[in-house]
T-cell receptor
Framework: GQSLEQPSEVTAVEGAIVQINCTYQ??????LSWYQQHDGGAPTFLSY????GLEETGRFSSFLSRSDSYGYLLLQELQMKDSASYFC???????????FGSGTRLQVQP | DAGITQSPRHKVTETGTPVTLRCHQT?????MYWYRQDPGHGLRLIHY???????DKGEVSDGYSVSRSKTEDFLLTLESATSSQTSVYFC????????????????FGPGTRLTVL
């Protein structure tokens, strides 16, 4: 089986850096993805780590360590518009569909 | 943005009635998915399709059926709606790529908010 655990809520101030962790238990997967969802909106793809290490896309970075069954999303120079829910997800080996974590609600304060 | 629409966007129905939600894509993507989203549970897979008339169950498929008669349309049917099926339903699509090259990227529709009274 597989499960992904994330903190339910994180609060940070504008301009700061925040890290959202994702720990997982799965027998095998292709990589770790991150999705962002604003209230009332649809999830949108943010990043993907197929291999261990850091992937950077602008203000967002994502990290994966398969040996530690752990990954994180790093958001820098936080802006008010970053207030949203963030989901980690994996695609299990041999499967096409994603399994999502329960999500982390990020609140950015002025 | 990927061309995905869902209809209806909002629906209120009564327990025991049949409900069909429609997902339509204009991207010619092979894979289509139905998820439900509930507080504290994230997104959970109901059913998915890997081609016309090819579907498979997800982790929360009980009480739901799907059909895909055309590449662009994926229907989700609640044969007899129950209050536990009150949720937000998202359709998603993804491309067919070699596993090693896949970004696990799925494109989501705007969602359908279903309330079963």
């Amino acid at each position: 089986g597989q499960s992904l655990e994330q903190p339910s809520e994180v609060t940070a101030v504008e301009g700061a850096i925040v890290q959202i962790n994702c720990t997982y238990q799965t027998s095998g997967f292709y990589g770790l993805s991150w999705y962002q969802q604003h209230d009332g909106g649809a999830p949108t793809f943010l990043s993907y780590n197929a291999l261990d290490g850091l992937e950077e896309t602008g203000r967002f970075s994502s990290f994966l360590s398969r040996s530690d069954s752990y990954g994180y999303l790093l958001l820098q120079e936080l802006q008010m518009k970053d207030s949203a829910s963030y989901f980690c997800a994996v695609r299990r080996t041999g499967r096409r569909a994603l399994t999502f974590g329960s999500g982390t609600r990020l609140q950015v304060q002025p | 943005d990927a061309g995905i629409t869902q209809s209806p966007r909002h629906k209120v129905t009564e327990t025991g009635t049949p409900v069909t939600l429609r997902c339509h894509q204009t991207e010619n993507h092979r894979y289509m998915y139905w998820y439900r989203q509930d507080p504290g549970h994230g997104l959970r897979l109901i059913h998915y399709s890997y081609g016309v008339k090819d579907t498979d169950k997800g982790e929360v498929s009980d009480g739901y059926s799907v059909s895909r008669s055309k590449t662009e349309d994926f229907l989700l049917t609640l044969e007899s709606a129950t209050s536990s099926q009150t949720s937000v339903y998202f359709c998603a699509i993804s491309e067919s790529k070699r596993t090693s090259g896949s970004k696990n990227e799925q494109f989501f529709g705007p969602g359908t908010r279903l309330t079963v009274l």
